[in-house]
T-cell receptor, first 113, second 115 residues
Framework: AQTVTQSQPEMSVQEAETVTLSCTYD???????LFWYKQPPSRQMILVIR??????QNATENRFSVNFQKAAKSFSLKISDSQLGDAAMYFC??????????FGTGTLLAVQP | EPEVTQTPSHQVTQMGQEVILRCVPI?????FYWYRQILGQKVEFLVS????????KSEIFDDQFSVERPDGSNFTLKIRSTKLEDSAMYFC?????????????FGAGSRLTVL
């Protein structure tokens, strides 16, 4: 069975600085998708960025980018120029052949002004 | 931007009562899901639904739960005889086909409080 591990329960970053959230996963599948979701206090799940496993190039969405290391099964999220609105819970998620998302336990990000 | 709509946003019920949570997925999506998040815990998969039948369900999704697509737009989760531990945020999600099948769009969630 696939698993997703987020080893950082909480992280803090100064406004305008850069922060990296870690995620590792375990799977025997070769074709899958990886995601980062943001959950603000409203508790809505918002897709931040996605990565197809067959693509070697790291995905980027404005200030958000990933470092995808397929061999190491690592999928970290980098947030550049952090803003107060980035404060939220961030979930790493895996989606493979069964087409159901498997979530990590989340990292609570605080942004200090 | 198409979105998944969930109602109610918050429901309070007495233990033992039946609850129906409603979802309107994105109109051209074919895969539908329910997830649950107990406060302070991770998001857990409950059930997936495709072609008018359950395609997969988790251990959590026991006989107390059922899903239905009563018409062409709604997708419902029914919880019979609610228990205290059913208190959680319930998220509906949908996804499309082909390259879009793996990208789920979530609704804003329905918070269920069982007293």
């Amino acid at each position: 069975a696939q698993t997703v591990t987020q080893s950082q329960p909480e992280m803090s970053v100064q406004e305008a600085e850069t922060v990296t959230l870690s995620c590792t996963y375990d799977t025997s599948e070769s074709d899958y998708y990886l995601f980062w979701y943001k959950q603000p206090p409203s508790r809505q799940m918002i897709l931040v960025i996605r990565q197809e496993a067959y693509k070697q190039q790291n995905a980027t969405e404005n200030r958000f980018s990933v470092n995808f290391q397929k061999a190491a099964k690592s999928f970290s999220l980098k947030i550049s120029d952090s803003q107060l609105g980035d404060a939220a819970m961030y979930f790493c998620a895996y989606n493979g052949a069964t087409n159901k998302l498997i979530f990590g336990t989340g990292t609570l990000l605080a942004v200090q002004p | 931007e198409p979105e998944v709509t969930q109602t109610p946003s918050h429901q309070v019920t007495q233990m033992g009562q039946e609850v129906i949570l409603r979802c309107v997925p994105i109109s051209n999506h074919l895969y539908f899901y329910w997830y649950r998040q107990i406060l302070g815990q991770k998001v857990e998969f409950l059930v997936s639904f495709y072609n008018n039948e359950i395609s997969e369900k988790s251990e959590i999704f026991d006989d107390q739960f059922s899903v239905e697509r009563p018409d062409g737009s709604n997708f419902t989760l029914k919880i019979r005889s609610t228990k205290l531990e059913d208190s959680a945020m319930y998220f509906c999600a949908s996804s499309g086909v082909d390259a879009g099948a793996n990208v789920l769009t979530f609704g804003a969630g329905s918070r269920l409080t069982v007293l």
